[in-house]
């Protein structure tokens, strides 16, 4: 859709359409309906928007597994990609799913800084960067509203970590405000203009973020957004915020707007055309996804298989690390590969919390292997435990007792026992979060099926959910408990992933057990009345971790290859919570020695979304770093351990050798203040900054970096002498490929200002641009680096003449041709 030409006549329109309400329709329409839709007005022909969680695919209003997403691969593989054509081809993928779901709003993208490799989050958002978040974030804008469907940026601002995040006071300087964290929204918003932005839960210097005048300024009278600011789920909080540039509080009907505006309106302590901006915005938003009469949505104007490419961008955002000539693999020359970990075939395509979706299905690594290799032994050893709690029952053991089908039967029932609603589902592991179901009207709920387990023996059985529940086994009770979250626990964490009780039964293989559970749903208020989760599931049998190490370690021996794949699982990467190391859960360092040890052509695959420690990385042949790459993950992994796909990743956040090591590790308030003391020197930027020693601290791998299967070097680099405020340098850079097929490279190009009167980093990211070459082949990139981003912020823009020093290359320490540009006095 263009941006700029049909916004004046949509404006038109939503004027019309306001002139024509009330004061009380217009004050509802500034809530939300219920959990994730708008309110309706019929007569001004005005649908309910349907808004929905991302941003890694979109999962609609109800979280269920009948109507499965595309899940593509997490923002930090994305962002990996460094490329901003697979970001807008992934914002156009999910938008084209948002369609189908009856989606007109996806929560998303989320451009939060790693400001710390501790935030929970991480995998959520994009970078360490402002510069390439921004330029990934306004890509991934352009893809989703040129189909038709409004991206949501968020969380403005500072919201870089989960701890006490309803409540914390993020302490930020004016010049890391502007230059860091703000700098990640603007382009995504002045140049992509971005239909809507989330404010966030957390403050910033005391106030909180939906009250907070950064909503004005800079976001509408600097940047020109005319977009609506919707909160985050229950961020609003008072109707101090109705006077604020906030526009929309969700979730709905019930909020603190409402009465308490319309008579604040009425009393005018609240001017009318505050209201009146609000609600023309919300109008405006209405007619761009065609909810409005007079706009029909738009047809989607890029659509290619989704699937597809999910495989392909979670290939371009692989990262190969370490590679001592192991790879590629020549299939030909493969006779047996021992595939070993927990996350070899439980892998984790998607980091925890709100953005969950569920897709159809998923390829593990050892599916992609065994897919790629057909004829070739792939055997796969566990190695060591790495996921914990309960497993869902496999689906193909239940049986529905209502229909005689695979499934489960689920029925909400009232006060009197009489049946609400009946459902037949395909999983045991269920989410009322949104959709038709009456949670609230409902006095309990049950579910029943029959599972016929594969194999014999002792087998702890349990539920995981918040209040109270019980759980009968053939008849008779086996559990019956009241579950509660932790003290302090975040909320939704605790919801998302709830606590667990369980008791051992004996099964015997072929023998049907007829599984009942129950919950009751009385006495519940405000948001909880309407919302669950539960799982019905077993617990992992107790086994000795010497002896799946030794047996991983004799399965390698017997093999050509050894593929290891490690990673984190739900309770170390999730929305709710930040980490607390960045150690890889349980033994999986003993694991990968004692494989390496075994076989010296060992390759290690990282399915984590986020940095983790990787002492080993000198005793491997080659490290590859595949972040939670979505449900294709297994295929796109074969596709580049066999050399089908070029390993396109770089790294969009700097790994430390040791957790000490990391520059910034404070995510915990203290009395309710988190300080950001190091304020300009984020990531990379805090790495160089410290001072050189004998022995110098430095991460095991840098910003930017990353191998490919060829030699793409830089040959040249040209660029004007001289530059003006508010303009831009054409940066010229010519590439080669000195190896023997095609491959991708990524330029990168960084500022130095070393005889500044200012303090700076010592070097920052100023632009960008990946490169694809034949092999032999050679060309030539132009990147344009806007001279604002040489300017720093002193209340206000401020632009320091004198030269500036441009280094060229393909990693933050990896700059081999520079160039001097002058900026001239403004």
């Known amino acids: 859709m263009d941006d700029s030409t049909p916004v004046s006549g949509m404006e038109q329109h939503a004027a019309g359409a306001l002139a024509a309400l009330t004061l009380e329709e217009k004050v509802r329409l500034l809530t939300g309906r219920d959990l994730w839709s708008?309110?309706?007005?019929?007569?001004?022909?005005?649908?309910?928007?349907?808004?929905?969680?991302?941003?890694?695919?979109?999962?609609?209003?109800?979280?269920?597994?009948?109507?499965?997403?595309?899940?593509?691969?997490?923002?930090?593989?994305?962002?990996?990609?460094?490329?901003?054509?697979?970001?807008?081809?992934?914002?156009?993928?999910?938008?084209?799913?948002?369609?189908?779901?009856?989606?007109?709003?996806?929560?998303?993208?989320?451009i939060n800084l790693h400001r710390t490799p501790l935030a929970g989050r991480h995998f959520e958002c994009f970078s360490e960067d402002p510069v390439l978040t921004a330029g990934l974030a306004a890509a991934y804008v352009r893809g989703v509203q040129g189909n038709g469907v409004g991206a949501t940026l968020k969380h403005y601002v500072a919201n870089d970590a989960e701890t006490d995040r309803f409540t914390v006071n993020n302490v930020v300087s004016g010049r890391a405000l502007h230059e860091l964290y703000l700098l990640a929204f603007e382009q995504a918003v002045v140049e992509a203009r971005a239909w809507l932005v989330m404010s966030a839960y957390n403050a910033v210097n005391g106030v909180t973020m939906t009250e907070h005048p950064l909503l004005e300024s800079p976001l509408n009278d600097e940047w020109g957004f005319d977009g609506v600011v919707v909160s985050d789920w229950t961020a609003v909080r008072s109707l101090d915020s109705a006077a604020a540039a906030q526009d929309l509080v969700m979730p709905g009907p019930d909020g603190p707007w409402g009465d308490a505006l319309l008579e604040a309106v009425r009393t005018e302590k609240i001017p009318q055309a505050v209201v009146d901006r609000k609600v023309a915005r919300i109008l405006t938003l209405a007619a761009r996804v065609g909810a409005l009469d007079g706009y029909p949505p738009v047809a989607p104007s890029w659509v290619e298989d989704g699937v597809a490419l999910a495989r392909e961008a979670a290939a371009e955002g692989t990262v190969l690390l370490v590679n001592h000539g192991e790879l590629p693999w020549d299939a030909a020359a493969l006779r047996s590969v021992a595939v070993i970990g927990h996350n070899a075939v439980q892998a984790r395509t998607q980091g925890g919390g709100s953005a969950t979706v569920i897709p159809a299905h998923v390829v593990s690594p050892l599916d992609g292997l065994r897919a790629a290799l057909p004829g070739i032994e792939v055997s796969h050893a566990l190695g060591a435990l790495v996921h914990h709690g309960l497993a869902d029952l496999p689906p193909r053991e239940l049986t529905n007792p209502a229909t005689g089908a695979p499934g489960l039967r689920a029925r909400f029932l009232d006060e009197d026992g009489q049946e609400l609603l009946a459902e037949d589902r395909l999983v045991s592991s269920l989410t009322y979060f949104g959709g038709d179901a009456p949670v609230a009207a409902a006095a309990a709920f049950e579910l029943t099926t029959r599972w016929t387990p594969t194999g014999s023996g002792a087998v702890r059985i349990g539920v995981a959910l918040l209040g109270p529940a019980t759980l009968h086994v053939d008849g008779q009770p086996l559990l019956e408990c009241l579950l509660l979250p932790e003290d302090g626990a975040d909320l939704v964490a605790a919801f998302l992933a709830p606590p667990k009780a369980s008791a051992e039964i004996e099964t015997?293989?072929?023998?049907?057990?007829?599984?009942?559970?129950?919950?009751?749903?009385?006495?519940?208020?405000?948001?909880?009345?309407?919302?669950?989760?539960?799982?019905?599931g077993t617990e992992p049998v107790p086994v000795d971790e010497d002896d799946l190490i030794a047996a991983a370690a004799r399965a390698a021996a017997d093999a050509d290859v050894a593929l290891v794949v490690v990673g984190t699982n739900a309770t170390v990467e999730s929305e709710g919570f930040d980490r607390t190391t960045l150690a890889l859960p349980g033994r999986q360092d003993d694991l990968v020695r004692a494989v390496a040890a075994a076989n010296s052509r060992t390759v290690v695959v990282v399915n984590a979304g986020a940095p983790v420690l990787l002492p080993w990385r000198d005793q491997v042949a080659a490290v590859l770093v595949s972040y939670f790459g979505g449900q294709e993950t297994g295929h796109a992994l074969a596709d580049v351990l066999l050399g089908h796909a070029e390993p396109g990743g770089r790294l969009p956040t700097t790994w430390p050798a040791t957790m000490d090591d990391a520059p910034i590790l404070n995510t915990a308030p203290t009395d309710d203040e988190l300080h950001y003391d190091e304020d300009i020197h984020v990531g990379y930027r805090a790495w160089l900054r410290r001072p050189a020693a004998a022995a110098p601290v430095r991460p095991a791998f840098w910003f930017g970096s990353g191998l490919g299967y060829t030699d793409i070097t830089v040959t040249s680099v040209d660029a004007p002498t001289t530059a003006i405020p508010g303009g831009v340098i054409p940066v010229r850079v010519g590439v080669r490929n000195n190896g023997r097929r095609a491959g991708k490279q990524v330029i990168q190009i960084y500022a130095e200002r070393a005889d500044s009167t200012v303090e700076r980093p010592a070097r920052w990211l100023v632009g960008f641009a990946p490169v694809r070459l034949p092999a032999g082949g050679t060309g030539l990139a132009t990147i344009d680096v806007p001279t604002r981003l040489l300017a720093h912020w002193s209340a206000g823009w401020q632009y320091e003449p004198g030269a500036f020093t441009l280094r060229t290359g393909t990693c933050a320490v990896d700059l081999p041709h520079s160039t001097q540009v002058t900026l001239q006095p403004s």
Not at 47 to 67: F, I, K, N, Q, T
Not at 80 to 98: F, L, N, Q
């Open 38 to 110: 708008t309110q309706a007005i019929d007569g001004i022909g005005l649908r309910p928007m349907v808004l929905s969680d991302g941003p890694s695919g979109v999962r609609g209003r109800a979280w269920d597994e009948r109507d499965p997403s595309l899940n593509l691969p997490s923002a930090t593989a994305l962002s990996s990609t460094w490329d901003p054509d697979i970001a807008r081809r992934y914002g156009a993928a999910a938008a084209v799913e948002a369609r189908r779901k009856g989606v007109d709003v996806i929560l998303g993208p989320t």
């Open 508 to 536: 015997t293989a072929g023998v049907p057990v007829d599984l009942r559970f129950t919950y009751s749903l009385r006495g519940r208020q405000g948001i909880a009345a309407t919302v669950f989760r539960f799982q019905l």
